[in-house]
């Protein structure tokens, strides 16, 4: 196996040390809107209305609005069991991709002849959301910037140029290094229309003050215990508050267990790593250039990402992408020091020249992962309950595109959306433990080894390909 660059290229150990001494465990996004973002009541008693979406993250929220601007006259309720873009919407990169699909060749391998919709509609989806922010003057620190995907080897840099947007841009080493400064980097992709940069928490907060606006009510610390309901009956949730009927219910509880057991083994949840530097100076910036601020991704399959911030802080997270025996969701799984350690090897190997800057925050968010990599939907009891996961951590602009499914389902709309294979097919289950442990930490080990092997896929790999089946980093 060929050591990669980060291997072969560590830094010094007391720079990441140094880097990492005083680092606080926590989300950086959350921990910044924690004194601005808006708190909404817990539900104390028996309601009825005529919508109840569940979750308080981004599809949540988005369904949310949808509904009302649907039927102004109706009324629409939103149950979340912590706060308000507590979990993945409120700690993950911050990037808000076109693909509605975890990239284009995850659309080319499952949905071929729709390869060429689901891009437009992923364009357009994106579009629509830099319209609604703009509008209602969302204050989400929204930079419609773009993506640079970066070559760190040699087998990679024979992957550019594959893309048939005629938008893209093929960057060689030196035209790469000039837009960022990295030693790493062989070559690249600009693409200009792929990615806008937003601040997470900011557009969880932003989305909730929009829908009380327009008179969704919103109750905070109502987690769902039973749903119960028919296709001729409204629906009961049941809180530890009272109980809520409803006539629809969206369910958008994400990485979190759904509450329609058929879709129970439809997910599982991963951890994704995450640093924060503290903001650099201005010769610290001058120093890696970045003057697009476009959004950052490398072509290895255990990938990093990073971005810059309003205040120029450098995001970066990724790589480690870690799924625990059992698939529990635990609060200790969030301080996994040896993989915020590898994070900040690989940070001062691509970026040498910021030794010395620190990190200011660690933190992780668990990644409903599906077995085709991008979000899926389903539905119970005639249609009055609808259901969307697994966005496998494309989800920042994709929610947007889910909640216009659910609502035109709802409605019983026919549209272009609505007839997509990629929204009728629902993919396989993952299967249950201890096999779920043994085939993705088997998978995630050849996906190791591909990176390490000129990017060259062993029989597993090949195989779960054919099937349409993997995991992601």
């Known amino acids: 196996m060929k050591p990669t660059i980060f291997e072969t290229n560590r830094p010094a150990a007391k720079i990441v040390e140094d880097a990492l001494s005083e680092t606080k465990?926590?989300?950086?996004?959350?921990?910044?809107?924690?004194?601005?973002?808006?708190?909404?009541?817990?539900?104390?008693?028996?309601?009825?209305?005529?919508?109840?979406?569940?979750?308080?993250?981004?599809?949540?929220?988005?369904?949310?609005?949808?509904?009302?601007?649907?039927?102004?006259?109706?009324r629409v309720m939103l149950l979340e069991a912590v706060q308000i873009g507590w979990a993945a919407s409120g700690r993950n990169g911050g990037f808000c991709e076109a693909s509605i699909t975890h990239g284009e060749p995850n659309a080319e391998s499952r949905w071929p002849n729709e390869t060429g919709i689901l891009s437009r509609l992923g364009y357009e989806n994106l579009d629509a959301m830099a319209k609604f922010i703009k509008d209602n003057e969302l204050d989400v620190d929204f930079e419609y910037n773009g993506v640079i995907s970066v070559a760190n080897a040699p087998h990679q840099v024979e992957w550019l140029g594959e893309s048939d947007d005629p938008t893209v841009e093929l960057l060689d080493q030196?035209?790469?290094?000039?837009?960022?400064?990295?030693?790493?980097?062989?070559?690249?992709?600009?693409?200009?229309?792929?990615?806008?940069?937003?601040?997470?928490?900011?557009?969880?907060a932003e989305?909730?003050?929009?829908?009380?606006?327009?008179?969704?009510?919103?109750?905070?610390?109502?987690?769902?215990?039973?749903?119960?309901?028919?296709?001729?009956?409204?629906?009961?949730?049941?809180?530890?508050?009272?109980?809520?009927?409803?006539e629809r219910v969206a369910l958008c509880t994400n990485?979190?267990?759904?509450?329609?057991?058929?879709?129970?083994?439809?997910?599982?949840?991963?951890?994704?790593?995450?640093?924060?530097?503290?903001?650099?100076?201005?010769?610290?910036?001058?120093?890696?250039?970045?003057?697009?601020?476009?959004?950052l991704a490398d072509m290895a399959n255990q990938f990093h990402y990073s971005r810059l911030t309003a205040d120029n802080r450098i995001l970066w997270g990724g790589y480690d992408a870690v799924y625990y025996s059992g698939g529990k969701i635990k609060r200790q799984y969030e301080d996994r020091m040896e993989s915020h350690r590898k994070l900040a090897n690989h940070f001062f190997t691509t970026f040498p020249q910021l030794a010395g800057v620190k990190f200011s925050h660690r933190w992780a968010g668990v990644i409903d992962t599906s077995t085709r990599f991008c979000a899926f939907f389903g539905q119970a009891h005639g249609g009055r309950v609808q259901y969307v996961s697994g966005f496998t951590g494309l989800g920042v602009g994709a929610t947007h595109f889910a909640a216009d499914v659910?609502?035109?389902?709802?409605?019983?709309?026919?549209?272009?959306?609505?007839?997509?294979?990629?929204?009728?097919?629902?993919?396989?289950?993952f299967p249950p433990e201890p096999a779920a442990s043994i085939g993705i930490n088997l998978t995630r080990w050849s996906l190791d080894r591909a990176d390490h092997n000129d990017g060259k896929r062993n029989v597993l790999l090949k195989t779960l390909d054919a099937l349409g089946l993997g995991f992601d980093s």
């Open 25 to 74: 465990l926590g989300c950086f996004w959350t921990e910044d809107v924690a004194d601005k973002a808006a708190r909404y009541p817990v539900l104390v008693h028996d309601e009825r209305v005529d919508d109840v979406v569940v979750g308080g993250g981004y599809a949540g929220l988005w369904t949310a609005i949808k509904l009302k601007e649907t039927h102004p006259e109706r």
């Open 174 to 204: 030196a035209q790469v290094q000039s837009r960022i400064n990295s030693p790493t980097f062989l070559g690249g992709e600009f693409s200009p229309r792929e990615n806008a940069n937003l601040h997470p928490a900011k557009l969880a």
């Open 207 to 246: 989305l909730a003050r929009h829908a009380t606006k327009i008179g969704v009510e919103i109750h905070e610390g109502t987690p769902v215990k039973r749903l119960d309901g028919s296709a001729d009956t409204p629906m009961q949730l049941t809180t530890d508050g009272g109980i809520v009927t409803a």
């Open 255 to 295: 990485v979190f267990p759904s509450l329609l057991k058929r879709y129970k083994f439809h997910t599982v949840p991963v951890y994704d790593y995450v640093l924060m530097t503290e903001p650099l100076t201005d010769e610290q910036l001058a120093s890696i250039g970045w003057e697009g601020r476009e959004g």
């Open 406 to 429: 659910l609502v035109d389902r709802f409605e019983g709309r026919v549209t272009e959306r609505t007839e997509l294979k990629m929204v009728k097919d629902v993919p396989l289950p």
